[in-house]
């Protein structure tokens, strides 16, 4: 008999998590102790633990991506050093574990962790430690996981030509490092912008994903793809480019939206934060049901689990509950992020058919 979707049964069932914000998923427990060890407590709106975290929440659901991305001057505050860095990264990790997650990417950029003079190759190996102290940890707790890293460089910023070139001197020594992202503001900042380093990231076969989800919509998609993203950062505003045929209620695609799902582009969407950021009024409005059920390469996404108050699990549970998904359309989801990974070849595979297949086949029969 298929086992019931519900929300425990998503916790325990193995997830693929690509799009995840090193910076925007701290513990507020962890954020007050390093605070209080460099001496940032006094800037921070609280230290009550419930109001700090509801203080986050209110940023994000503020409907505006500028002062959204203001909560993160108080995460990137305190992870200014090695010993901060590694610390969240290896609680990212085992969190990431708890939560049943088997795979997963998170992104971070160097460049906003240099105030007090690390350097590029400092952070990677914080971060790289941590990530490698979480996944023994976990294994050892019984939660096998692996977690790679993104670089992104600032898109309001002029350094992501020096950042691709870190990148991809780095990757020769730190196998960790599986690609390079545009991140923060959008409105204004397109990939063309960076054409040089996306360029550079191109001509050196780095593995590229490019944040695209605010106005001008399918513009920055568009521009994102035609500078060489194997993977879109959300896309959640592609709908625009659909209609739905009144006769037979069949999705009816434009030229963006044809080549986004015939080149099966893998697009990250997170619905509660597209949702908190204005980009769709609710979860159940998000293109995400509509998009999987048509055949896109669609993957669940937590972006900042601090901020957005969200866990792979309950992501992927609001998602199932939002459009009735069935055990077969939950694995697909999972499958697909697993296969769009930018892990090597055999170890995706290997996630694929030893993981993700038997688990999603037993609940699914
Ligand atoms: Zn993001």
């Not at 007050?32 to 407590?41: F, K």
């Not at 204004?188 to 191109?202: N, Q, T």
């Not at 568009?222 to 045929?245: E, F, M, P």
């Not at 204005?278 to 049901?289: C, F, Q, R, T």
């Amino acid at each position: 008999m298929t086992a019931q979707v519900t929300r425990d049964a998503v916790l325990a069932a193995p997830k693929v998590l690509l799009h995840d914000h090193l910076d925007g998923g701290l513990r507020v427990a962890t954020i007050l102790e390093l605070s209080d060890e460099i001496g940032w407590t006094p800037r921070l709106p609280t230290t009550d633990p419930v109001a700090l975290q509801a203080w986050f929440t209110r940023g994000a659901e503020s409907r505006d991506l500028l002062q959204y991305l203001a909560t993160f001057e108080h995460t990137i505050a305190v992870m200014q050093t090695q010993a901060g860095i590694e610390r969240v990264a290896y609680e990212c990790v085992v969190d990431l574990a708890a939560d049943g997650v088997v795979y997963a990417e998170t992104r971070l950029a160097p460049e906003q962790h240099e105030q007090q003079g690390l350097g590029f190759d400092a952070v990677i190996e914080a971060l790289a430690a941590g990530l490698r102290r979480g996944e023994r940890d976990a294994a050892a707790a019984g939660r096998p996981i692996e977690v790679n890293a993104i670089v992104c460089a600032m898109r309001t910023e002029e350094r992501s030509l020096e950042v691709v070139h870190d990148v991809d001197r780095i990757r020769a020594t730190e196998p960790k490092v599986v690609a390079f992202d545009l991140a923060g503001a959008e409105t204004g900042w397109p990939p063309s912008l960076h054409a040089e380093a996306l360029a550079f990231a191109r001509a050196r076969h780095l593995n590229i994903t490019i944040h695209a989800s605010e106005p001008p919509d399918l513009e920055l998609i568009s521009d994102a793809l035609s500078h060489g993203a194997h993977r879109i950062g959300h896309g959640v505003r592609l709908d625009r480019d659909t209609s739905r045929d009144p006769a037979t209620g069949e999705l009816v695609l434009g030229p963006l939206a044809r080549y986004v799902l015939d080149h099966q582009v893998h697009l990250e969407m997170a619905p509660t934060c597209n949702t908190q950021i204005g980009a769709v009024p609710s979860v159940a409005d998000h293109p995400i049901g509509p998009f999987l059920r048509a055949g896109f390469n669609v993957g669940v996404n937590t972006d900042n689990r601090l901020m957005s108050h969200v866990l792979p699990s309950s992501e992927l549970w609001a998602v199932a509950e939002a459009f009735g998904l069935d055990w077969h359309e939950i694995g697909r989801l999972v499958r697909n992020a697993a296969e769009s990974s930018f892990a090597p070849h055999e170890v995706r595979r290997r996630l694929i058919e030893q993981v993700i297949d038997p688990a999603y086949a037993a609940l699914a029969s």
